[in-house]
């Protein structure tokens, strides 16, 4: 075996073990790269899990297989990530054929556990694009797959590795705010990352299971990780007021609707050719139409939403996401005994400057590689002190250089201790998700719902 593949065999169980999962040799084939299969091949599959991994990381690992249940996208994914492998539409006639030691899991949320389940059942290591899966009963048979199963499965969470999120961990650890009481945590998506949630699948529950889950699973993983603690308790509200079936009109699809000159949210599809490529010229296998209306009458997912969180550990979360902010941005208290941190990103009044917001989503979502650097404070302020600003650089693309950073930790330097603990298993997939389930029960019952009566895993005080 060669050295690097050794490396990376090591870095797999390292990140599962993260979930406090024994660590244990894993059986990998006999050939000298990894050999790796991919199931999704939509946007974040070709790009992230796809392109980035051949053009980096083609000494240590190959791919043997893509899969999706679309063939025109499939057949422009294995030419857009230059993957010299057979496809398929059937994931397990392609476990099968190819042997894999990986599968990536990078299909729309809901269909997650489908291969998460087969991938361990047919003896392959796992990883699955964030959320683990969308509701409890899904969530519950994943922890019995994995259980049963002597192969690992690892949740790809990329907001720990960026620089900043790594800041405030730090000051965490080192105790400079004493013991945790509250948090304050408030989310804020722009009308062009907001609205794109609108447009496709993610607006359907059934598909995404909602933005509680589809995207604040980054922000509950996140406070799970900072707070140290996991979450016992969540009651929220919620509701849909903008998007969906109170827009002023609706239309077929952007492309072709007859309120183009009247819609704020009009966006051009056909300027886009890696969208064309990806998404428009294929639709006739799947009916999956990327500029759908977002004000169709069908989305019944929530734009609104607060929720208040109670950990093990007995600190209180006060949490809200915003999905039609003029900006794109977030802002955090953090209240300990000895003191407050407060810290945000991409407020633009604090910066004084203005900030086109279309050109910032376009390079947030960009793999490009080429990173613009640029500095955010994080301020520490101790009772009875002066407050002291913390300037941290950071990468403007990849999920602010986290996307980069968690590729790097498992392939290219897994055997480095990470102080932090930023790797993420099944269990941190699972408390993350839970929340937000929870949050969507907690609308629906208008009670308080236990996290621990959502699956069989019990809240922890202490995460670590
Ligand atoms: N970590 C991050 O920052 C991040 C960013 C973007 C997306 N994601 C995650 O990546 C995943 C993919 O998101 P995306 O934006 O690429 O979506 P997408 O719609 O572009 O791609 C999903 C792909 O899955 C395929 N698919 C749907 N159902 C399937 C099924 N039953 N079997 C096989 N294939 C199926 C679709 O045809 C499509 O090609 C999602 O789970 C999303 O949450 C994570």
Redesign the pocket.
């Known amino acids: 075996m060669t050295n690097s593949r050794r490396r990376f065999i090591s870095s797999i169980s390292m990140l599962a073990a993260s979930s406090a999962m024994p660590l244990h040799a894993f059986n990998f084939g006999k050939s000298e790269k990894l050999k790796v299969t991919l199931?999704?091949?939509?946007?974040?599959?070709?790009?992230?899990w796809g392109k980035r991994l051949v053009d980096q990381y083609s000494d240590i690992l190959e791919f043997v297989g893509l899969?999706?249940?679309?063939p025109g996208?499939?057949a422009y994914?294995k030419e857009y990530i230059g993957a010299k492998c057979p496809t398929f539409t059937d994931?397990e006639k392609m476990v099968n054929k190819t042997k894999p030691d990986l599968v990536i899991?990078?299909?729309?949320?809901?269909?997650?556990h489908?291969?998460i389940i087969k991938g361990l059942e047919m003896g392959c290591d796992v990883l699955?694009?964030?959320?683990l899966t969308t509701d409890e009963s899904k969530c519950q048979a994943i922890l019995e797959a994995e259980r049963k199963s002597d192969k690992k499965l690892i949740v790809?969470?990329?907001?720990r590795w960026s620089p900043y999120a790594t800041k405030v961990k730090e000051l965490l650890m080192n105790n400079a705010i004493g013991k945790l009481v509250s948090v304050d945590f408030h989310w804020y998506l722009n009308t062009y990352h907001g609205a794109s949630y609108f447009r496709?699948?993610?607006g359907e529950m059934e598909s995404?299971g909602s933005l509680w889950v589809?995207k604040s699973t980054?922000h509950f993983d996140l406070l799970n990780w900072w707070i140290d603690s996991e979450p016992s308790e969540v009651f929220a509200y919620g509701d849909l007021e903008f998007y969906g079936k109170n827009g002023p009109f609706r239309g077929d699809k952007c492309r072709t609707c007859e309120h183009k000159p009247d819609c704020k949210f009009h966006w051009d599809i056909t300027k886009d050719e890696r969208m064309m490529n990806?998404?428009a010229n294929h639709e006739e296998h799947?009916g999956?139409i990327?500029d759908n209306c977002l004000f169709r009458n069908d989305i019944d997912i929530y734009d609104k939403m607060s929720a208040q969180v109670k950990y093990a550990n007995n600190t209180v979360l006060n949490y809200s996401l915003t999905t039609y902010s003029p900006y794109e941005g977030w802002r955090m208290g953090i209240n300990g005994t000895e003191g407050r941190i407060e810290a945000w990103q991409d407020i633009p009044y604090f910066k004084n400057e203005s900030i086109d917001e279309a050109e910032k989503h376009a390079k947030e979502?960009a793999q490009t590689g080429k990173d613009e650097l640029t500095y955010e404070p994080v301020i520490l302020h101790k009772l009875w002190n002066k407050h002291e600003t913390i300037q941290v650089g950071l990468e403007k693309s990849g999920?602010g250089g986290?996307?980069k950073r968690l590729h790097d930790k498992i392939f290219k330097s897994p055997e480095t201790q990470d102080e932090y603990g930023r790797t993420a298993g099944v269990r941190d997939g699972a408390m993350s998700i839970l929340i937000g389930i929870g949050a969507r029960k907690s609308i629906e019952s208008g009670k308080p719902i236990k996290i621990g009566d959502l699956t069989d895993l019990e809240p922890k005080v202490s995460r670590t």
């Open positions: 199931v999704g091949t939509g946007v974040r599959g070709t790009s992230f899969c999706d249940i679309n996208r499939l994914a994931f899991v990078t299909t729309k949320d809901s269909t997650h489908e291969y699955t694009e964030k959320p790809g969470f990329n907001y496709r699948w993610h995404g589809h980054h990806l998404y799947d999956y990327r979502m999920h986290g996307d």
